[in-house]
C-alpha cells in the first residue's frame, strides 16, 4: 500500500512538487497514483515514436525511462516502468511493435528489462540528489544508459550471438542515444532551477 514515508522521496523533483504543495496525505496519494500512470503514458508514447530498425527499434523511450527515473526517484520510477512493462505482459500493445510475455523473450526483451533496471538504479541517484546538477545528472545518465544497452545486448546476444547484437543493438544507436543522454542530464536540473 502507498504511503507518505515509502511511495516517494521529498528529495526528489516530484516528490518536492506534491510535498510543497499539499499536505494531506489522501491527496498526496492521488498525486503519486497519477503520476504513475501518466509516466506509463508517456513511456507508450515514447515507444511508438520510432525509426522502425530491425530487430531493435530506435525508440525514444530511453530519454524517458532516464528523465522519469531522474524525475520520480526509485521507488515511483520502479512503479511507472513495472506498470508499463505489465501492461505489455499483458497483452496491451503498448511495447514498439505490439506486447504479450513473449514479446520479453525476443530480441528487444532484454532493453525493456534494461528500463527496469536502470529506473531502480537512476532513482536511486535521484535520490541522493543527482538531478540537480548537470555533471551528476548526466553521469547519471551514462549509468542508465549503460545498464539498458547491457541487458539489451546480453539478451539479443543469447538469441543471435554477440557480433550480431553489437551490429544490431549497440552501433547504430550509439550517436542518437549520446544526444538523448546528453539532453536528458541537461534538461533535468532544470526542472528545478524552474520549481524554484
Not at 499536505?23 to 498526496?28: Q, S
Not at 492521488?30 to 530498425?53: D, E, M, N, R
Request: charged share 10%; aromatic share 16%; hydrophobic share 55%.
Amino acid at each position: 500500500m502507498l504511503n507518505q514515508s515509502n511511495a516517494f522521496n521529498a528529495d526528489t523533483w516530484v516528490g518536492n512538487l506534491i510535498s510543497k504543495n499539499t499536505e494531506n496525505i489522501n491527496i498526496k496519494i492521488l498525486f503519486l497514483i497519477i503520476t504513475v500512470f501518466f509516466g506509463s503514458l508517456l513511456l507508450i508514447a515514447s515507444a511508438k515514436i520510432k525509426v522502425p530498425l530491425y530487430p531493435v527499434p530506435m525508440t525514444l523511450q530511453p530519454m524517458a525511462v532516464l528523465m522519469i527515473a531522474m524525475l520520480y526517484g526509485r521507488n515511483l520510477a520502479t512503479l511507472t516502468v513495472g506498470l508499463y512493462i505489465f501492461k505489455g505482459i499483458i497483452g496491451l500493445p503498448v511495447f514498439a511493435f505490439g506486447g504479450g510475455l513473449m514479446y520479453l523473450m525476443g530480441p528487444t526483451g532484454g532493453f525493456i528489462l534494461g528500463f527496469f533496471a536502470s529506473a531502480i538504479i537512476i532513482g536511486y541517484l535521484a535520490d541522493r540528489g543527482w538531478g540537480k546538477k548537470f555533471s551528476l545528472s548526466i553521469i547519471s545518465m551514462l549509468i542508465g544508459m549503460v545498464i539498458i544497452y547491457t541487458l539489451g545486448i546480453f539478451q539479443l546476444a543469447l538469441l543471435n550471438g554477440f557480433n550480431y547484437a553489437l551490429l544490431k543493438g549497440f552501433y547504430p544507436f550509439l550517436l542518437g542515444d549520446f544526444y538523448k543522454l546528453l539532453l536528458a542530464g541537461i534538461i533535468t536540473p532544470y526542472f528545478w532551477k524552474l520549481y524554484k
